[in-house]
Structure formats: C-alpha cells, structure tokens
C-alpha cells in the first residue's frame, strides 16, 4: 500500500510504534463516532467502567462488530486490515481483539504502563495493535505515550488494572511490574503523540505504552484498538487473562484459526 512505505514498515520495526497520518477517510470516522453512543447505551457483558465518578468516565467495551453494523462494516471494508498486514509482513491476519476506549472530558485518570502482551494468550510474534482515534488527540486530552523500542527488551511485565494502576490479581509475575518509565522518559526513549484525526498507531503487543489523563473541558478522546495476529502469530495460553475466549480446538503453539480469532484477511 501506498500509506505504508518500507520506512514506516522498518519504522515499526526498530521502535515498537509507527504513526501513520491520514490512515483513515472522515467518512470511515463519522460513521464510528456516530455508533460509539449506541454501544456505550446497550454494552455488552465485557465491557468496563474503568472510572465513573467525579474524577470523569473512561468507558471500554469489545467486539462491538458482532452487534453493531456500523463496527461490522468497518472491519471488513476499511483498509485497517490490509495496512495492519503489509506492517506486520503477513499474509494473513486474525482478529485477536476489537475494543473501544471512552475518555470523556473531565476524566483526570491516565492509562497506566503496560503492553498488551500479558493480557492474552497470543504469542511474542506477529502481535499487534492498531489505534485509531474518532477524536483529535491532544496532551490534554489524553494523548498516547510509548517507550520505544521496548518490545525487544526481552521482558513480559506483570498486567495491571488500567483503571486503578494495581496489578491484576491472579496473573502471573512474569518479569515483575513495569519500570518507572515517567521519571526517566528520556532514558526508556518516550515519544508522546499528538494525532489529527485520521492520523492512526500501529504498535507491537510488547511496546509498553501508557496515555495521559483527559483534562480537556468538553473534547471526548474516542479510540478503536484492533488487535490482529499475523501468519506468525501463535497461541500461548496463559494462566490469567482478563477475559479468556473459548478455545476448545486451539493447541498451544499452533495457529489461531478458530471461531474466537477468526481470518479477517488474506492476501489475494
């Protein structure tokens, strides 16, 4: 694809993270942002309040595309899959995790670090993230952070409750919590990103990641994580995971053609 030059692939690469500007059309952005109050109105028995008090709202939910036709067009007919494919090298892709992410304004609460790699029983290999804002994202409004290069560290740090920052109870230690990257931002190589709309990250499950808070007076932050596995991309089963899939046919170290990772893209 056009979008995604041998740079950005390289790019991607080398740091964990990519930006990708004008990834989107504001038509395939209208149409999400004018579902995101349907599904925030009827959730579904997974998603999350993670603050609902007077510190603000930041709401989750996932798989919105198996009730929602708006969500359901998306992922098959945007160009998410194919740009995720041609970054990840693959030729195939299967959706690992669809989930939406409301910060409202007002909500003085940041994301917690963290990487995404513990919360799901996907392997090290071929994992990765689109995150694509319906809003503009300013510092003030919560803004995403990621320490780049951190997915070749070698370590998988214990998960933690987003909401909260406490680690999640029941998972394993792995290589123990997350390092203090926001007394040394320079030191772990933090790079904060400011995003247009249409503008759209693409990061590996290992990157460590984290947002600011949305202090913004009246400017929601509205984002769209899809996480996809690629050709390489195994299945590790986990002793925790905050929402196990049911996974009777998967075998631990094969592929994740199943009902729960379905084939979302091949290439033609």
Do not use: C
């Given at each position: 694809?056009?979008?995604?030059?041998?740079?950005?692939?390289?790019?991607?690469?080398?740091?964990?993270?990519?930006?990708?500007?004008?990834?989107?059309?504001?038509?395939?952005?209208?149409?999400?942002?004018?579902?995101?109050?349907?599904?925030?109105?009827?959730?579904?028995?997974?998603?999350?309040?993670?603050?609902?008090?007077?510190?603000?709202?930041?709401?989750?939910?996932?798989?919105?595309?198996?009730?929602?036709?708006?969500?359901?067009?998306?992922?098959?007919?945007?160009?998410?899959?194919?740009?995720?494919?041609?970054?990840?090298?693959?030729?195939?892709?299967?959706?690992?995790?669809?989930?939406?992410?409301?910060?409202?304004?007002?909500?003085?609460?940041?994301?917690?670090?963290?990487?995404?790699?513990?919360?799901?029983?996907?392997?090290?290999?071929?994992?990765?993230?689109?995150?694509?804002?319906?809003?503009?994202?300013?510092?003030?409004?919560?803004?995403?952070?990621?320490?780049?290069?951190s997915h070749n560290w070698g370590k998988v740090y214990k998960p933690v409750m987003i909401g909260s920052g406490e680690n999640a109870e029941g998972a394993a230690e792995f290589d123990g919590p997350a390092p203090d990257i926001d007394a040394d931002p320079e030191g772990y190589n933090v790079e904060l990103f400011e995003m247009k709309r249409g503008d759209a990250l693409f990061f590996h499950a290992a990157t460590l990641h984290a947002a600011e808070p949305n202090r913004s007076p009246g400017t929601r932050r509205r984002a769209l994580s899809l996480r996809y596995g690629g050709s390489g991309a195994k299945w590790e089963p986990r002793d925790y995971v905050p929402s196990r899939p049911e996974t009777p046919d998967l075998v631990p170290g094969g592929p994740l053609d199943s009902k729960d990772y379905p084939v979302i893209w091949r290439a033609p």
């Open positions: 694809m056009a979008l995604v030059t041998e740079e950005k692939v390289n790019a991607f690469e080398r740091d964990g993270v990519v930006l990708l500007q004008r990834a989107f059309e504001p038509a395939w952005l209208d149409r999400l942002a004018s579902a995101v109050d349907e599904v925030m109105n009827n959730p579904s028995p997974l998603s999350r309040e993670y603050v609902r008090s007077g510190d603000g709202r930041f709401f989750t939910d996932h798989h919105m595309s198996r009730r929602n036709d708006v969500f359901r067009e998306f992922m098959l007919n945007s160009p998410a899959s194919e740009i995720a494919a041609t970054l990840l090298r693959s030729d195939k892709l299967n959706l690992v995790d669809e989930h939406l992410l409301v910060k409202e304004p007002g909500t003085d609460v940041p994301t917690y670090w963290h990487h995404d790699l513990p919360y799901f029983e996907i392997s090290w290999q071929d994992f990765a993230s689109f995150w694509i804002p319906l809003d503009p994202v300013t510092t003030e409004t919560g803004a995403m952070k990621f320490a780049k290069g």
